[in-house]
């Protein structure tokens, strides 16, 4: 039995010294097979393969329901957007959702919410007084505001914003503003001739100042709305960073409580073998 085992290994090893490269081949080979299966195995593991989920649907929703059913569902959430307010939906409300509803998932996927703002965004009202009407005019709309009306009154100078009230009321400016506010310009009409009638633009200078200026009043609002994204989103950091500094604190304090306690009972004890001895 032996002389068998000794003959079957030394001719094994006559093989592997004569075709070293195959025996190695067909060893890395197995050893691939091997690893590629165990790899399917993980990757099953780790990408829940073959286990799906319907998303529900959450739109029109208030945040907090929508999270809610999203949860018990087993599904995570992120907000893609909250920045933006619609008037026609309540604010906190999901407007939309990715993956859409009723589709089929699987758990590792995000649903991502784009969820209204919780109230129209709040900018400066701009100085209008003594420019041309239709550039107030493009000047707020470019900026945002929804509800702009334009009226006329007697005046000497025509075309030009005399008043600006929002929401029936004089705001001076620079003060906040909500854009879903009501703004109504007032213009005069030109109808009263003063001894100086140079002063009356006419209307087709009017046309082409007023185009000039809408895309400056565009490119000023474009920029002004980065110059806000960019404060958000400093104020983001600013909050995360402090809420950081607020969690290590409370950690630190209760790491502080632990040693004081851990004093005391030390103390205590200390106290005990005293009286003892």
């Given amino acids: 039995m032996s ?24 060893l890395m080979a197995l050893a691939l097979v091997a690893l590629g299966y165990i790899a399917l195995l993980f990757i099953d593991v780790f990408t829940s393969h073959g286990q799906q989920v319907q998303v529900p649907d959450v739109r029109n929703m208030p945040l907090e329901k929508a999270i809610d059913i999203l949860e018990d569902a087993g ?11 619609y ?28 969820v209204n703002a919780m109230h129209a965004p ?22 945002g505001f929804k509800h702009v009306t334009m ?30 506010s009501q703004v109504k310009i007032t213009v005069g009409d030109g109808s009263i001739v003063d001894l100086n009638p140079e002063q009356i633009l006419d209307p087709e200078v009017l046309d082409s100042i007023d185009e000039a200026n809408y ?10 709305l980065k110059e806000a994204k960019a404060r958000a989103e400093q104020e983001r950091k600013e909050q995360a960073a402090q809420e950081k500094r607020d969690q290590e604190k409370k950690s630190s304090d209760k790491d502080k409580k632990k040693d004081q306690d851990k004093k005391k009972d030390q103390d205590k004890k200390s106290d005990k073998d005293k009286k003892k001895n």
């Fill in 3 to 26: 002389n068998n085992n000794d003959n079957n290994t030394s001719g094994f090893d006559r093989f592997r010294d004569r075709h070293p490269i195959l025996v190695n081949s067909t």
């Fill in 87 to 114: 008037e026609n939906y309540k604010p906190g409300t999901v407007i939309d959702q990715d993956p859409k509803a009723k589709s089929y998932i699987k758990k590792i996927r995000i649903i991502y919410l784009n």
């Fill in 215 to 224: 895309l400056d009043a565009q490119e000023t609002y474009e920029q002004e």
């Fill in 75 to 85: 599904l995570r959430w992120e907000i893609s957007d909250s920045t933006t307010f």
């Fill in 122 to 143: 709040i900018i400066p009202l701009p100085k209008l007084v003594d420019l041309p009407g239709r550039q107030g005019l493009a000047t707020l709309k470019a900026m």
């Fill in 151 to 180: 009226d006329s009154v007697p005046s000497e100078m025509g075309g030009l914003i005399l008043k600006v009230t929002v929401d029936g009321h004089n705001v001076a400016p620079g003060n906040p503003v909500s854009v879903n």
